[in-house]
């Protein structure tokens, strides 16, 4: 280490030690400067090396940077027979200008973190992170121990929102957080509290990370489980993202509850958690807690602006989501043809941003504009618009082949929208409090029929438009609060 960057190490180290010290409840020694070549003494002579979650401790509060399991694992078996050689090196190598501008802290063991990393980064307002801003909204107003972070730009370390952020995370826009300066932020170390992921993790060192915080930072761990669709329907999914999501589920091997959002989800989880028996491991508890079927209601003004934008003259076909393969896209665009070469006269909208493998979609979808086809796709729009888009349609069109819940269905619902859905799965689940007609989507003639029976049969929608504004009431609030009771191990 270079003469100027370890004088400057020396005091940051000294606080950090006091920090360690008293997290452990021991004394921590401090007399004289701390240098780089006696930092690892000091640190051995704090925790021991045969409990690993010392060792965690230890290298998190010194570097200010969560570890990896192996390098815990490696420090760790080092420091049985040394001096503190291990420590030493391992908080040498990871000390850096950038990480000496970090404060670190140890909130208090009443706190829960929530990290909402993804959202705020996300440009778009995906079913997920509709969950987490409508869940984590509520968390934040009733539970004053809750406190958001997101992870820092390396991907090593939780810190705190700074100010635009969290007014980013409460407008709830739908767009990317803005970029921060990270030069000196206050890193969390969790430590005997709660750490909650209402999202899902987008880096595979982050879900390292994790992983090590929840075998080691004897805090509680918990998640909301969305699907388990890389592992179920790989076909759908095969795209960068898929390394990730493997990450994020060996880092839920050692949480302490997950909370899949529908039946259909559960049993994937459920599988999975089975499936962790050959290796010796339990895996983390599973409590079902159902997403609602609840959206608010367009104001006036939007309502008469997307009537406008989608027109009067042809009834409106609703389709939402992304279009990833696995939404079925390209088979709702084949439905739609065989009805208009038959001559029936509607409007296909689709509302939902890009998505990897969407480019076979995007050229569709320009041939049959190029044919005069009344289709329409739109992106990046928000909720009033959204919820005004569902009023305006005749009805809805959600023929996935796997998804943890499927919100469009359930948001078409809740405003008495009729919705085309698979008979299987999630989906199924929905659709089966009425509203809905359920088809294999992938039988794409299924998808023409039914689409076709909802275009000419005005009694048939009557009777569906009926059951969907009978269907049993379920709120944002009340998924909030017994998701929360779930993750935090509320009696």
């Known amino acids: 280490m270079k003469r100027a960057l370890e004088t400057q190490a020396g005091p940051v180290w000294r606080t950090r030690l006091g920090l360690l010290a008293r997290a452990l409840g021991r004394d921590a020694g401090l007399a004289g400067e701390v240098r780089a070549a006696d930092v690892g003494k000091r640190v051995h002579e704090l925790v021991d090396p045969r409990d690993q979650a010392e060792v965690w401790l230890a290298l998190s509060v010194m570097t200010a940077k969560l570890p990896l399991e192996v390098e815990v694992e490696a420090v760790a078996m080092a420091s049985e027979f040394d001096d503190g050689e291990a420590l030493g090196k391992a908080v040498v190598a990871a000390t850096d200008r950038e990480s000496l501008r970090r404060d670190v802290e140890l909130p208090d063991e009443h706190a829960v973190l929530l990290d909402v990393t993804t959202t705020l980064a996300s440009p778009y307002m995906t079913g997920i992170q509709r969950v987490v801003r409508?869940?984590?909204?509520?968390?934040?107003?009733?539970?004053?121990?809750?406190?958001?972070?997101?992870?820092?730009?390396?991907?090593?370390?939780?810190?705190?929102?700074?100010?635009?952020?969290?007014e980013h995370l409460a407008a709830a826009t739908g767009a990317p957080r803005l970029p921060v300066a990270e030069r000196d932020v206050t890193v969390m170390v969790p430590w005997?509290?709660?750490?909650?992921?209402?999202?899902?993790?987008?880096?595979?060192?982050?879900?390292?990370?994790?992983?090590a915080l929840a075998r080691h930072s004897r805090s509680r761990t918990a998640a909301i489980g969305y699907d388990v669709v890389v592992v179920t329907s790989g076909e759908t999914r095969i795209d960068h993202r898929t390394e990730t999501y493997y990450s994020y589920l060996s880092a839920l091997q050692g949480f302490d509850?997950?909370?899949?959002i529908s039946g259909a989800s559960a049993a994937e989880f459920g599988g999975w958690a089975t499936a962790l028996g050959s290796i010796g491991r339990t895996g983390p508890e599973l409590a079902t807690v159902p997403l609602p079927v609840a959206i608010d209601r367009a104001d006036p003004g939007t309502r008469d602006e997307v009537a406008r934008t989608l027109g009067t003259r042809l009834p409106v076909v609703l389709v939402v989501g992304s279009h990833e393969p696995r939404k079925n896209h390209l088979a709702i665009l084949h439905a739609a043809e065989l009805l208009w070469r038959e001559g029936l006269g509607f409007r296909l909208v689709f509302v939902g941003g890009r998505a990897w493998g969407s480019d076979d979609f995007g050229r569709r979808v320009s041939e049959l504009s190029a044919a005069k086809r009344p289709?329409?796709?739109?992106?990046?729009?928000?909720?009033?618009?959204?919820?005004?888009?569902?009023?305006?349609?005749?009805?809805t069109v959600f023929p996935s082949f796997n998804e943890g819940f499927g919100l469009p269905v359930g948001e078409s619902l809740a405003l008495g929208t009729p919705v085309v859905t698979a008979n299987y799965g999630s989906m199924a689940e929905i659709g089966a409090d009425g509203g809905a007609l359920t088809v294999d989507p992938r039988d794409d003639h299924a998808i023409a029929d039914a689409m076709r029976r909802l275009l000419t049969d005005d009694d048939l929608l009557a009777e569906l438009e009926a059951q969907a504004r009978s269907r049993p009431s379920r709120t944002w609030d009340d998924y909030a609060r017994e998701t929360w009771a779930v993750l935090v191990g509320e009696d």
Not at 384 to 389: N, P, Q, S
């Open 257 to 260: 509850a997950v909370t899949p």
């Open 134 to 166: 409508e869940s984590v909204a509520r968390w934040l107003d009733w539970h004053p121990e809750a406190r958001t972070f997101v992870w820092t730009t390396d991907e090593t370390a939780p810190r705190r929102l700074d100010k635009v952020e969290r």
């Open 375 to 395: 289709i329409d796709v739109f992106s990046g729009v928000g909720d009033d618009f959204l919820a005004a888009a569902y009023e305006q349609a005749r009805f």
């Open 192 to 211: 005997r509290c709660t750490f909650l992921v209402p999202e899902l993790p987008a880096n595979v060192v982050r879900s390292a990370r994790m992983q």
